[in-house]
């Protein structure tokens, strides 16, 4: 078999040399680059498009562009793609694609994996690549048996006439001389064989009998290892360092200073980390350097007492409604720092030789990745190839690409091929973190039990700036330094002065009824660096908007869920979801000693509410079951959706039971499991998921069934103890020095 990287170009001109195998020239909708396509073409491939490749066996392989990081996304989109083009899902070979704009993400315009849209953004495109494909397919079996379009049919990989079957690749040859279609029929959804159809997913074996590949796993011939000692205190840059020590211990190759620190290479990754340690190393000192946590949050009180924010929405009269309110509430809710905590460290191989480089590694951002090292490595982008691997958990992490920057700074710096790791304390101490958020809400409610007035204010860190700060070397690799960092400096003077950073107040004030809206942001940044975590600003304010909902409910004297009914007549999918959810929470019987809590929210176009079975004893809060009831539109398979669910709670409990940082003279003192902890199996609750049945497009499912979750405990531990947490990680009898709420 003969394997080569091959471009739709050269296919058009050269099918014989491939022993009869044919490129149709169309792509992905939106997206047509002549360049050549990073694809493996074996003898007699066929490659209608830059997603697919059947074989004269009929064999058909699937290039995936999305990244997959444990969410299902490899397991949907094939779904996709197979519904269209008849054939099962289960029986694609899926390969991950390279970097090529054909591959970009349409929701993103880059080549990237995030923000929960994988499914929506190509719940057509795809598709139409399907369907496109088996038209085609469907001309040249006409041709080739003189039979009439309309008395074919297709089934799983084959062509159905009358009772004979044939499968897809005896048509290959005759469809390279056909012009392929750009707009064939979808299927209408009463059609569908696999969307909405629950299956095994496409990667279990693989990551069963351990023949899945992820960055970890890579291992090559001539490669060295590579551990970098950074500084405790983020933002400190080296003063000097003694490796005197360390370039005498056994396998070590090198020591050199790279942007981040000091670099240590060896033959095996513990020498590297042993000499690391032994490494003596002096840092500046920065302003974090003399901060601790309860500064920190000091801080935060200060500049929310200041009530010196930015502007985000002001609609109605807030103001006038506080004071016609029949009652006012007020209350102020803590976030910490939060680290995501992928059970796959950051790792990455870089080789640079002869003018070109390769890069292993699992990414968000593979087109990232690429720049990033044409830029450090000297090279034009397409002289970089990336090797996507699968992702051990990602929650946004592996959306920040900094530990490819240092693989190849070090294998540009000594000649060799670099695998560098991070360890569980490197990501935990060195990583990139959930802002802290210091959030205060004041509501008016009717005499009637209708929200009149919501003022709500964030004090915290900016995502977006760091985001921007990360995104554009690596996006832009031509760009210098000095215009990259106008750039950054520009976006950081904007979301710190004058312009609200959308994704960190996301979630606090859309869902429900108030016709007079206020929403500020104060910005107050430490320096620890911050960047997207699982649902984003999601994650802290629905902690904060939902638990005011509740508080609300109970001002009014009415029934969480009725009290929320109410007030989302403007909303109702999202009053559809809650409906479906209190239904099922009054059809709950809850043990003795057990107490339940509601919670709802939108988050990446989908409905989620959660009802959490709650207790405690000697202050101990023990979740034992949640309800999940989710409207993510067409659900392409149950089960994944399921999972998504399940795993997003679940990582929401460790936030919302454990999950929290401390800082201590500027560094963070968790480093591992053992003093960061998350949810154990013991800890666990049976999660029962509700999928409404929907005929809309299919909307997110990683990210929405975190933000819930938290809230809904909190309201629960409320109604077994009269106590209302406003802080997390929850703790029953925690201070109430930033809890106070009023009632007027």
């Not at 050269?14 to 047509?32: D, E, R, Y």
């Not at 159905?160 to 029929?185: C, H, N, S």
Request: hydrophobic share 40%; net charge negative.
């Amino acid at each position: 078999m003969k394997i080569e990287n091959v471009s739709r170009r050269r296919f058009l001109k050269a099918t014989a040399v491939l022993g009869g195998g044919v490129v149709i020239g169309f792509s992905l909708t939106g997206c047509s680059t002549p360049g050549p396509l990073p694809i493996a073409v074996a003898e007699g491939g066929f490659v209608p498009n830059a997603f697919l490749q059947i074989l004269p066996d009929n064999t058909i392989k699937f290039y995936t562009a999305r990244d997959e990081m444990g969410q299902g996304v490899t397991t949907g989109l094939s779904t996709l793609i197979g519904e269209e083009l008849d054939y099962d899902p289960l029986r694609m070979e899926i390969l991950l694609a390279g970097v090529h704009e054909d591959y970009n993400n349409p929701g993103m315009g880059v080549q990237a994996t995030g923000g929960s849209n994988a499914i929506n953004a190509h719940y057509e495109p795809l598709r139409q690549v399907g369907a496109n494909t088996r038209a085609l397919l469907l001309s040249a079996a006409a041709l080739d048996l003189g039979v009439a379009r309309d008395a074919m049919s297709t089934e799983d990989g084959h062509i159905i006439v009358a009772d004979k079957r044939y499968p897809y690749g005896q048509f290959v040859q005759t469809a390279a001389g056909l012009v392929a279609p750009t707009e064939a029929p979808l299927k209408p959804q009463s059609a569908f064989r696999y969307i909405g159809r629950e299956s095994t997913r496409v990667d279990a074996l693989a990551k069963s009998n351990g023949s899945a590949v992820f960055g970890i796993d890579v291992d090559l011939p001539d490669m060295h290892y590579a551990v970098v000692k950074r500084s405790p205190v983020a933002g400190a840059k080296l003063v000097s360092f003694d490796a005197s020590k360390t370039l005498v211990m056994p396998g070590v190759t090198d020591v050199i200073e790279i942007g981040s620190g000091v670099a240590v290479v060896a033959e095996q990754y513990w020498q590297a980390k042993t000499a690391a340690e032994a490494l003596t190393v002096e840092w500046e000192t920065v302003a974090l350097s003399k901060l601790n946590s309860a500064a920190i949050r000091a801080d935060y009180q200060t500049a929310l007492a200041a009530d010196d924010a930015v502007s985000a929405t002001d609609d109605g009269d807030v103001e006038g409604a506080l004071t016609a309110a029949n009652q006012v509430l007020e209350a102020v809710y803590w976030t910490p720092y939060l680290s995501h905590a992928p059970m796959e460290p950051m790792n990455a191989v870089v080789r640079v030789q002869n003018g070109e480089a390769d890069v292993w590694s699992g990414t968000q951002g593979p087109s990232g990745a690429q720049g990033l090292v044409a830029r450090f490595a000297g090279l034009a982008p397409e002289r970089v190839r990336v090797h996507q691997t699968y992702l051990g958990g990602s929650f946004g992490r592996r959306g920040t690409l900094t530990h490819i920057i240092e693989a190849t700074q070090v294998a540009v710096a000594t000649d060799k091929t670099i695998k560098l790791l991070w360890s569980r304390e490197d990501d935990l101490k060195n990583g990139l973190y959930r802002p802290a958020s210091l959030m205060r809400v004041r509501a008016g409610l009717s005499e009637s039990g209708k929200i009149t007035a919501w003022d709500a204010t964030r004090v915290g860190g900016n995502i977006s700036p760091e985001t921007i700060k990360n995104l554009m070397p690596a996006l832009f690799p031509g760009l210098g330094d000095g215009l990259i960092g106008w750039t950054v400096g520009l976006a950081e003077g904007a979301f710190n002065g004058w312009v609200a950073d959308p994704s960190s107040l996301e979630g606090l004030y859309e869902d429900y009824d108030h016709p007079n809206t206020r929403v500020t942001h104060t910005t107050i940044d430490h320096g620890l660096p911050l960047t997207f975590w699982r649902s984003v600003g999601h994650s802290y304010t629905a902690f904060a908007k939902e638990s005011m909902i509740d508080e609300l409910a109970i001002a009014a004297g009415e029934d969480a869920v009725a009290f929320r009914i109410k007030n989302t007549e403007n909303n109702p999918r999202l009053q559809h979801v809650i409906r479906v959810a209190g239904k099922a929470m009054d059809a709950m019987t809850p043990a003795p000693g057990r107490y339940l809590g509601f919670a709802a929210h939108h988050s990446f176009l989908t409905d989620v509410a959660q009802v959490a079975e709650v207790s405690v004893d000697a202050g101990k809060i023990r979740v034992h079951r949640v309800l999940c009831v989710v409207n993510c539109g067409i659900a392409v398979n149950p089960d994944i959706v399921r999972a998504q669910m399940e795993g997003a709670i679940m990582f929401g409990l460790t936030a919302a039971l454990h999950g929290h940082h401390e800082i201590k003279n500027g560094a963070v003192v968790e480093s591992n499991f053992h003093d960061y902890p998350i949810l154990r199996m013991s800890e666990a609750p049976s999660v029962e998921v509700v999928i409404v049945d929907s005929t809309d497009k299919p909307t997110g499912v990683g990210e929405p069934g975190l933000p819930p979750i938290a809230p809904a405990v909190a309201n629960a531990v409320y109604r077994a103890t009269g106590q209302r947490l406003r802080s997390l990680p929850l703790a029953v009898n925690q201070s109430a020095s930033i809890d106070a709420v009023q009632i007027g």
